[in-house]
Nanobody
Framework: QLQLVESGGGLVQPGGSLRLSCAAS????????IGWFRQAPGKEREGVSY????????RYADSVKGRFTISRDNAMNTVYLQMSSLKPEDTAVYYC????????????????????WGQGTQVTVSS
């Protein structure tokens, strides 16, 4: 069974840091690009960051540039999202998603193109 499992969420004060993990089971992540998405209550799911299968290409939403860093360890079959200088507006459920091939014209930040999803992990930034 193909599965993605996120972990590392929690409650953190503004300015704090968290590291999210996205672990795959039932398949190898080597051939998949990974996107991190988040969804706050009443809002649409938005793309946060992306990393290519090789790790050589990364993307970030403008709202997290300079604060979040995506990385992957294919030997561990895991992708990470290091989040620093967290703000209350970062509060959301964070999801990772995997995609094997992008079709022409599709964007990394479009959640509809991804093949597999995790169940999400809650991140709450509050004092």
């Amino acid at each position: 069974q193909l599965q993605l499992v996120e972990s590392g969420g929690g409650l953190v004060q503004p300015g704090g840091s968290l590291r999210l993990s996205c672990a795959a089971s039932g398949f190898t992540l080597d051939y998949y690009a990974i996107g991190w998405f988040r969804q706050a209550p009443g809002k649409e799911r938005e793309g946060v960051s992306y990393i290519s299968s090789s790790g050589g290409n990364t993307r970030y939403a403008d709202s997290v540039k300079g604060r979040f860093t995506i990385s992957r360890d294919n030997a561990m079959n895991t992708v990470y999202l290091q989040m620093s200088s967290l703000k209350p507006e970062d509060t959301a459920v964070y999801y990772c998603a995997a995609i094997r091939y992008f079709s022409s014209g599709s964007s990394w930040s479009d959640y509809r193109v991804y093949d597999y999803w995790g169940q999400g992990t809650q991140v709450t930034v509050s004092s």
